[in-house]
């Protein structure tokens, strides 16, 4: 943890108008639907940090899409998590990953493998908590989105997603507390 906060924070240093905005600019755009998130984004940070919009889309794939994945590589996830992703292997029920950012290469540097899809939201044009991700990963593991369970940190994007899906949802921290979403120790 300590490694990967310090790694961010080097490439914060390196970037700190874009990557100070970034967070920001994120937040504003949940519950939109747009054609092409990731242009509107650039747009923003661009106009609000008043940098050439090539320059804020070379800090986003360098830094966002590429040096914060690879600060992972240390990371873990909380033994509650694990043990959830262990049991819904050995009931043989498929696992999907859906995120606002960049998975793919995050969870190759966490060494998280068994995977049966990972859905990017800003690729679908839409942030959590809309529900189209969870949509996305229904229909890739071909099951309703009702039969989802959607495990997440935040409650107001996680969480929100997942009702608004129809799908249930656990937070980590209720794991973390003893949840068994899976109804099996």
Not at 28 to 37: I, K, M, N, V, W
């Amino acid at each position: 943890m300590r490694r990967r906060r310090l790694r961010l924070w080097r490439a914060i240093l390196r970037d700190p108008l874009v990557l100070a905005a970034f967070g920001p600019e994120v937040e504003a755009l949940r519950g939109q639907r747009l054609p092409d998130l990731d242009a509107e984004l650039v747009r923003r940070l661009a106009r609000r940090c008043h940098q050439p919009p090539a320059r804020v889309a070379q800090v986003l794939a360098t830094q966002i899409d590429g040096a914060w994945a690879a600060a992972f590589a240390d990371a873990t996830p909380p033994v509650e998590v694990r043990a959830l992703l262990d049991r819904a292997d050995r009931l043989g029920l498929p696992r999907v990953v859906v995120s606002d950012h960049p998975a793919v290469d995050k969870l190759r540097a966490m060494r998280l493998h068994g995977w049966s899809a990972v859905v990017s939201c800003r690729a679908l044009g839409a942030l959590k908590p809309l529900p189209d991700a969870l949509f996305a990963a229904a229909a890739q593991v071909g099951v309703p989105a009702t039969r989802l369970l959607h495990v997440g940190d935040r409650d107001d994007c996680d969480g929100a997603m997942a009702a608004a899906a129809g799908a249930r949802f656990v937070s980590v921290a209720a794991l973390r507390a003893g949840a068994d979403p899976l109804g099996c120790s």
